[in-house]
């Protein structure tokens, strides 16, 4: 059987997709994606890539807008000759743009459509475009309100394999200091590392913290603050065993990074990015709030003084922490993958 994976962009899209496709050996499966993505560094050594050159759609109507639909039309095109060529059987996308052409290709195609949506506030393209699939898998129950018309399943978000066995750590990090991992995403954060570099060094004044800090490669700032118990690097590959040992992370809310978090109990100050569309990101860290695992602030609200303070906190309350770790770990499902591998084998 063939399969086309529609994934690109950021890790929240990528890696549920690669996480699915280790579930998917007995397939053949290709990837479809767009040039000059994360996915051309991550995609090609693994399964043969094509890319469809389409882009979002602006807020504003304009020149631009003309152009980006007409690509739009041609990538549908485009995609539908690719399954052709190809004798795909099924079609599978982790939302983003590049699930439009993917769906609408299968639909022109008579070949069954899955669409993940890691989201707990679906995206637009999940929203207009769910009834022309066979299922949505969702990574939050509560997704299901805004999909009225949508057969819906709800199996959690995929997380590579490594997540879910021990990862060492290979980093200098002595085994009884506490562990503040700092992350924004994979694109970084810069609001969050300016934050935590005006708090480091309160936190760092007990021997016993260690701080490891992935700034992103968009931070012209991020070598600014140096202290021997602070590791700062743009990225880390070995996020497995970095949150594995974490006591706590300081995080966006993405729903990839989110789903780590719970996979590996790690509670978490949760700061929501601010311009994510409709403010999905907010909606997905309330679920994680909720439920007694994180801590979550508004970055508009957010002060330096504020998430000094809270974390000096947590600092001394490790019965505190204990419950957090608890709650998180409650909501983690940790054979996402072969639930959504299971779904897709149904369905083909």
Same mark, same amino acid.
């Given at each position: ?80 000759? &690719? ?8 079609? =599978?996308?982790? /939302? *983003?743009?590049?699930? $439009?052409? %993917? +769906? ?66 290979? &980093? ?8 503040? =991992?700092?992350? /924004? *995403?994979?694109?970084? $954060?810069? %609001? +969050? ?156």
């Amino acid at each position: 059987m063939k399969l086309l994976i529609a994934a690109s962009g950021t890790g929240g899209h990528l890696f549920p997709a690669l996480a699915l496709a280790e579930q998917l050996k007995d397939y053949n499966i290709e990837w479809l994606g767009v040039p000059n993505r994360l996915e051309q560094s991550l995609v090609p050594q693994c399964y043969p890539l094509h890319a469809v050159p389409i882009e979002g759609f602006q807020e504003r109507f304009g020149l631009k807008t003309l152009k980006i639909l007409g690509r739009f039309v041609a990538s549908v095109f485009q995609v539908r000759k &690719l399954l052709k060529e190809l004798k795909i059987d099924a079609v =599978v996308t982790t /939302g *983003g743009y590049i699930a $439009a052409p %993917a +769906i609408l290709a299968a639909r022109l195609e008579k070949i069954p459509a899955i669409l993940h949506e890691s989201n707990f506030l679906p995206g637009k393209v999940t929203r207009f475009l769910s009834p022309f699939c066979h299922t949505v898998a969702l990574g939050f129950e509560g997704a299901a309100e805004y999909l009225p018309r949508a057969r819906t399943v709800y199996v959690n978000t995929p997380v590579r394999s490594q997540f879910r066995s021990h990862a060492n750590l290979d &980093l200098p990090i002595p085994s009884d200091a506490f562990l503040i =991992v700092v992350v /924004g *995403g994979s694109q970084g $954060a810069v %609001a +969050i590392n300016q934050l935590v570099r005006q708090c480091a060094r309160t936190w760092l004044s007990s021997e016993d913290v260690f701080i490891v800090h992935l700034t992103g490669d968009r931070d012209e700032e991020a070598n600014s603050f140096q202290h021997p118990q602070y590791l700062t690097m743009p990225f880390y590959e070995n996020m497995a065993g970095l949150l594995q040992r974490a006591n706590l992370a300081i995080s966006r809310a993405g729903a990839g990074t989110l789903t780590e978090l719970a996979v590996t109990s790690t509670p978490a100050i949760l700061i929501p990015y601010p311009y994510a569309a409709e403010d999905h990101q907010n909606y997905n860290a309330e679920v994680f709030g909720a439920a007694g695992g994180a801590i979550v602030f508004r970055q508009s609200e957010l002060t330096a003084s504020i998430l000094e303070n809270e974390v000096s906190k947590l600092l001394r309350s490790p019965l505190e922490l204990e419950k957090m770790t608890a709650a998180t770990a409650s909501l983690a499902v940790t054979d996402s993958a072969e639930r959504l591998a299971d779904l897709v084998r149904a369905i083909v």
